[in-house]
């Protein structure tokens, strides 16, 4: 199936900096699909009706959206999937049967959220993103943990990079999950954060003391 389009990182041609509807909406699904709220506020209209209540708008209004992005992009992509089916006591028979679906992230799902829901609740995405990682992803683990502890938001923009180079079409996968992939990407921030680095390694430790206090006074 040809790959949909995720569009979290969209935003209006005139203002670079806010997400249009689209992207403020498949952030809220993958949001509210990722936390441990109840099967009933992950079926299409829990969902619709989760991010109504936030906006202060009628649910109604925004199920075909939802719809859309559920059953068009989220899981066709992968990114999300069916967990179950809750029973209907009212309404068509053969409704009440098969039931209600709701839905939950995947692995590549978890690996998108870690590049929208900012660094209150990285730890645990990133526990559950590698609770089912393969041997290669595994090899990331340890130093984005650290790196975790010590430099959040750092973490948090390899995160937003990698998965915003997919969704510009410059990462072909998500998955296998593979950081070496943006050595093919030019990235100025990456290359200003890896030359102070490196640099900051060939310092001596009177040097180093130096320019901590130096990035301290400017930033």
Request: aromatic share 10%; proline share 4%; charged share 30%.
């Amino acid at each position: 199936m040809k790959k949909g389009k995720l569009a979290i990182f969209d935003t209006f041609k005139t203002k670079d900096n806010d997400l249009t509807g689209e992207a403020k909406r498949q952030r809220s699904i993958i949001t509210i699909l990722g936390s441990n709220v109840n099967p009933a506020e992950r079926t299409r209209t829990g969902i619709s009706q989760k991010i109504a209540k936030k906006q202060e708008i009628t649910w109604k209004n925004i199920y075909s959206g939802i719809f859309r992005d559920l059953d068009e992009i989220l899981l066709p992509m992968g990114i999300a999937e069916e967990n179950g089916r809750l029973p209907l006591k009212r309404g068509p028979k053969a409704l009440q049967e098969k039931g209600i679906p709701y839905y939950h992230l995947t692995k590549k799902g978890i690996l998108v959220g870690l590049a929208i829901n900012g660094i209150d609740n990285m730890s645990s995405q990133l526990k559950e993103f590698f609770s089912e990682a393969d041997p290669k992803e595994k090899e990331f683990e340890k130093i984005l943990t650290k790196f975790m502890t010590n430099s959040p938001n750092f973490t948090y923009s390899i995160f937003q990079k990698y998965v915003k180079a997919f969704c510009e079409d410059k990462i072909k996968e998500l998955l296998p999950f593979d950081l070496s992939k943006l050595n093919e990407i030019s990235d100025e921030n990456l290359i200003i954060q890896k030359e102070i680095l490196m640099g900051f390694l060939k310092f001596t430790n009177q040097e180093k003391k130096e320019a901590t206090a130096f990035i301290e006074k400017i930033a």
